[in-house]
């Protein structure tokens, strides 16, 4: 599967689209244990592990990368919501 490229003012920019069976195994670990994710990448790999047999790390980083991804844009959405500012790091 070929990268995804933008190119935007001259510079290119690399994105990746994700495989259908990585959402879909993230928005089920998601639906079935939301309250044991967290925006936190490290911590998501250690309880992708723990509640599913995934022996290849690649595919459980991209599920945990994943299940962070979605976690950190609905705080955002949240936070916009609210109308309060997001914190600049």
């Known amino acids: 599967m070929q990268n995804q490229r933008i190119a935007i003012y001259g510079v290119l920019i690399m994105g990746s689209v994700k495989p259908s069976y990585i959402k879909n195994f993230a928005m089920d670990l998601l639906k079935a244990y939301e309250s044991s994710f967290s925006p936190d990448f490290e911590q998501n790999k250690l309880i992708v592990s723990e509640y599913t047999d995934i022996k ?6 991209r599920v945990a990368g994943y299940i962070s991804r979605v976690l950190r844009q609905r705080g955002e959405r949240r936070r916009a919501g609210l109308g309060v500012e997001a914190d600049v790091i």
């Open 56 to 61: 290849n790390k690649n595919i459980r980083n």
